[in-house]
């Protein structure tokens, strides 16, 4: 099997030919991509003012001097906006075309490559990991299925690694090592396919295994699967000993302890970078308009077959059953069951409501990328600060959300929550305090 570079690829895509050079499974029922982009339909000024006075303010609570944030709403309209500057104080304007890094959203990314090669043939879904990284100890019984939906019980490597994430950045991990301190977090004996729990160490898996099933690199990988087929040009993975990003890029920022309280008044610019120290769960670089692209095209199944984009959204519950005395399950009131369809773990994503997608940090950087495949929302917002947890931005994302189903929404999208739940939400998460 050959292999193109970045480069070559991106150039078949423009073309137009890399599907039928690389084989690539992808297509609508009629044979040929859909990559239409969203329409040139704005939102309401009133509706905008709203969308970027949330932002604004959750900027403020993270400690961030800009973001990028889009909503592309097909019944109503999109706006794309670049807010802020690139230091604190001052700087440039923050504009929409700036790169980024994307965090977590890389592993919806990871689990988009997967399905796409199970399309292709090269892997089942329900492969164990194991079959392909035979010399792996800790692993045993766990598909690639799992890998994906977060059900593997694989410890996270995060958790214990990240001092040193923030103190060095720019040190090469090796996956073996990430791996390796995933597994010391593991339960033993693992128990894959009952519980899902947040783990980038299932990303980093599930990336070597499909590595050694093709017998090609990630980069390699990637570039076939997903960023040529969606002609995600502004999207890439990078060497790992490429630590910086291109010179028109939204500049990151980390927020230190000074006297034991966050200093949000001077942060700390994450100029150089090892992506490695995520890998396949964080390492992608991208822009606001591919973040919409890879979105779509992941779930409305301009990139996959219709088996697997169905199994993108077939989700795993969060959460444990409640049990009774005898360690029965307890069934759930319908209240309870209304809440708990809300929520769920699909392929590489989170389901909040109608809305699926991911989000997560890197030192920098904190992004939420989500799509509704019924209606076609797509939401995707990044803050130049990784002093937020993820589940802040999530909110920020599910309060734009609110705010589109309340001026724009009517029949076509809503959702259970209000923008003042989100804005409650977000709150608990304040890192910066209020002005």
């Known amino acids: 099997m050959s292999f193109f570079s970045s480069k070559t690829l991106r150039t078949l895509a423009a073309t137009g030919v890399i599907a039928v050079l690389l084989g690539v499974s992808g297509c609508t029922e009629d044979g ?74 890389s592993g919806m990314m990871t689990c988009a490559v997967l399905l796409a090669m199970v ?30 939906q977060g059900t593997s019980s694989l410890g996270d490597f995060e958790p214990g690694l990240r001092a040193q994430f923030d103190k060095n ?22 128990t894959p396919g009952t519980l899902y729990a947040k783990s980038s160490t299932n990303m980093v898996v599930l990336g070597r295994a499909l590595e050694v099933a093709a017998n090609s690199s ?26 910086t990003l291109p010179t028109d890029s939204l500049p990151g920022y980390a927020i230190v302890p000074k006297d034991g309280v966050p200093d949000c008044a001077n942060p700390i610019p994450i100029e150089k970078l090892s992506n490695s120290m995520l890998a396949q769960a964080g390492g992608v670089t991208s822009t606001l308009s591919d973040l919409q692209r890879f979105a779509s095209g992941y779930m409305d199944g301009n ?31 319908a209240e309870e069951q209304a809440a708990a369809d809300l929520t769920g773990s699909g392929l590489g994503v989170i389901k909040n409501g109608p809305l699926y997608g991911q989000s997560g940090s ?51 999208f809503s959702v259970t929550w209000t923008e003042a739940d989100t804005t409650a939400a977000m709150e608990t998460y304040r890192v910066c305090p209020a002005p």
């Open 32 to 105: 040929a991509l859909n990559l239409d982009g969203p329409g040139d339909q704005a939102l309401s000024d009133t509706t905008t003012e709203r969308l970027q006075t949330a932002v604004t303010e959750a900027m403020q609570a993270a400690g961030a001097s800009g973001a990028l944030v889009g909503v592309w709403a097909p019944w109503a309209g999109n706006w794309e906006a670049g807010i802020g500057t690139t230091e604190t104080g001052g700087g440039s304007e923050v504009t929409t075309d700036m790169a980024f890094r994307v965090g977590h959203v």
């Open 119 to 148: 399309d292709d043939g090269v892997v089942g879904l329900d492969d164990k990991a194991a079959d392909y990284l035979a010399h792996q100890a800790g692993i045993t019984g766990i598909t690639l299925r799992q890998l994906c």
């Open 169 to 190: 950045p720019t040190r090469i991990w090796p996956p073996g090592e990430l791996i390796s301190n995933g597994l010391v977090m593991s339960p033993d004996p693992l």
């Open 218 to 243: 990630w980069e390699n990988l990637i570039n076939k699967y997903l960023f040529g087929p969606l002609s995600l040009s502004h999207t890439n993975y990078p060497e790992a000993s490429e630590l």
């Open 303 to 333: 990139l996959l077959n219709e088996g697997s984009t169905a199994s993108i959204i077939e989700t795993a519950p969060l959460t444990a059953p409640k049990l009774d005395d005898t360690g029965n399950p307890v069934p759930l009131t």
């Open 362 to 412: 890197i030192p920098g950087y904190t992004t939420a990328l989500l799509h509704d495949p019924t209606s076609g929302l797509t939401i995707a917002v990044v803050i130049n600060s990784s002093a937020v947890k993820s589940d802040f931005v999530t909110q920020l994302a599910l309060r734009l959300a609110s705010i589109i189903a309340e001026t724009d929404g009517g029949e076509t």
